[in-house]
């Protein structure tokens, strides 16, 4: 970056912040995994949470003080000293001091409403509050952000106090003053508006922190920056409270991109997919499929007239390269698209496919999604599909037929059980093979791997990962058309497989057959 870019300073609060939303759960182990993996990005700062908040934050800071990162500078969290209490008595202030970072992000209340009902507090007592505690860390050696808890609310109401407490702070030593949309319900036009009449009041850098409960989190971020904020806070993914907290992806993305900011290293931002994803892994989450830049579909097009387009000029419908934040680009097919799509799907697939065989294809989906088959997400299907309308037929496995049934031991006091047989032809040998399971799609995959296990010993690295089932026209009940989709995976790669029937175990077992017939079609590179 030149010496003229934008400078923009990011802080990371995935560890805290990101913690907080709703079904988050992270291991300590978890927590270093995170913080190395965003230190690794570049953010230059990284907040490790709030110790003594909770046995596992205070365990955090004593492991994490002693790891050795390359890029960022690890910081704590805390709030001011309390009403009526000395600075040197506050065992939060102490507890902060305790971690031993070089760095302390210490929050107080801005908004005179709340100082006055939950604090309990004069207002007097609130400036005091703030000035006190970043005086006091100050002392102690300590570098001071100052977060300025419900700023935005606040100065709309008594915009008096909340500057107060902003000069109080910076008056105390505080390098940055944050100021926070704790509620998230502001809009770009109160945030550029009061960010300006701030900026004109203090001479201490000013950062922002905002939530997203009115959607608008990452562009009251970055028009924040616009008008003068320096530090940006923000969670990876946007986990948080409520409905979560700024998503560092995007905006990051929009920093360097389209903002020619100097917020990351060169080339950090090609790292962005790859961090979101690891992060959504470490929070056994499934990763924001639609999340900007980052989300598998980010990138990919469905309409016929969006795919073409691309497959002419990239930029069509594009913003940015995929690559320029490690994505790729993608298409699904489906009715709404063409030629040009399942051209565009042979080409990913690595198929050779004629033009005959393409329209071939094109017309066995189109009555195959008439029939209530979707293939947006299954790909491994649609591979499937166009290798078949090209002329190929698998040689690996025929089936004969199958069985399965359902046994109810009433006496026994036991689940049912079911068992299914399988009848298939391997290779020139006929095997018959028979499996029990918990259910009857269960019982159906082990017989059948059973069978094709005699002469596919790669089949032990493969595994069913998720299976899910929609009713079609359910105003049918009973008798309604059934949806199956089957996740699979050999421990390199994922695919997902669909079947259609008006029986559940017609449509399981195409699904089934489907998912190891690809997996025998793109067997595991690795080296046993």
Request: proline share 3%; hydrophobic share 40%.
């Amino acid at each position: 970056m030149s010496s003229t870019a934008l400078q923009v300073e990011l802080y990371d609060t995935t560890l805290r912040d990101g913690a907080q939303g709703t079904g988050l759960s992270y291991s300590i182990e978890d927590r270093l995994r995170i913080l190395h993996k965003i230190d690794q990005l570049g953010v230059p700062y990284i907040e490790g949470g709030w110790p003594g908040a909770n046995p596992r934050d205070t365990e955090f800071f004593k492991l994490a003080t002693k790891e050795t990162l390359q890029h960022a500078t690890l910081t704590s969290f805390g709030m001011t000293r309390r009403a009526g209490e000395r600075t040197e008595d506050s065992a939060v202030l102490r507890e902060l001091l305790d971690t031993g970072t070089e760095v302390v992000c210490l929050v107080g209340k801005s908004s005179a409403l709340h100082v006055i009902e939950a604090l309990r507090a004069e207002l007097s007592d609130g400036v005091s509050m703030v000035r006190d505690s970043v005086a006091f860390l100050r002392s102690q050696g300590r570098r001071v952000f100052f977060d300025a808890e419900h700023f935005f609310d606040g100065y709309l109401a008594d915009p008096g106090f909340s500057l107060s407490v902003l000069a109080a702070a910076e008056e105390a030593g505080a390098e940055r003053l944050v100021l926070c949309d704790t509620n998230g319900g502001m809009l770009p036009s109160d945030v550029s508006r009061i960010v300006d009449e701030v900026r004109a009041r203090v001479e201490a850098k000013l950062g922002i922190h905002v939530h997203n409960d009115a959607g608008c989190a990452v562009a009251n971020s970055l028009i924040a920056v616009e008008h003068g904020a320096f530090q940006v806070q923000g969670v990876v993914n946007g986990y948080g409270e409520r409905t979560g907290n700024a998503d560092l992806i995007p905006i990051a993305a929009n920093l360097v991109l389209k903002m020619g900011a100097d917020c990351l290293p060169e080339g950090a931002v090609e790292h962005l997919t790859e961090v979101a994803h690891y992060v959504a892994e470490v929070a056994n989450l499934a990763p924001d499929s639609r999340q900007p830049y980052a989300g598998r579909y980010a990138f990919t097009h469905k309409a016929g007239l969006h795919a073409s387009g691309v497959a002419r000029l990239e930029t069509a419908y594009e913003h940015v390269p995929p690559a320029s934040v490690g994505n790729r680009r993608g298409v699904v097919a489906s009715d709404l698209g063409g030629a040009a799509t399942l051209r565009m799907k042979a080409a990913e697939f690595g198929l050779e496919v004629d033009d005959a065989a393409v329209g071939r294809a094109l017309d066995d989906l189109k009555e195959r999604e008439s029939r209530g088959y979707t293939f947006e997400v299954a790909d491994a299907s649609l591979d499937l599909l166009m290798r078949r309308a090209a002329g190929w037929q698998q040689d690996f496995f025929r089936i004969e037929s199958y069985r399965v049934h359902v046994e109810e031991r009433v006496a026994d006091a036991e689940p049912p059980l079911a068992e299914a047989t399988v009848k298939v032809e391997t290779q020139g040998t006929r095997h018959i093979e028979s499996a029990e399971g918990q259910g009857p799609v269960g019982a159906l995959d082990n017989a059948l791997r059973k069978a094709l296990a005699n002469d596919y010993p790669e089949l032990g690295h493969m595994t069913l990962e998720d299976y899910r089932v929609r009713v079609l026209g359910e105003d049918v009940g009973t008798g309604a058309t059934v949806r199956v989709l089957i996740d699979t995976s050999n421990g390199e790669r994922e695919w997902t497989t669909v079947g259609v029937s008006e029986n559940i175990i017609e449509a399981s077992w195409e699904a089934l057959t489907d998912a190891y017939l690809f997996g025998l079609l793109h067997p595991r590179e690795a080296a046993e």
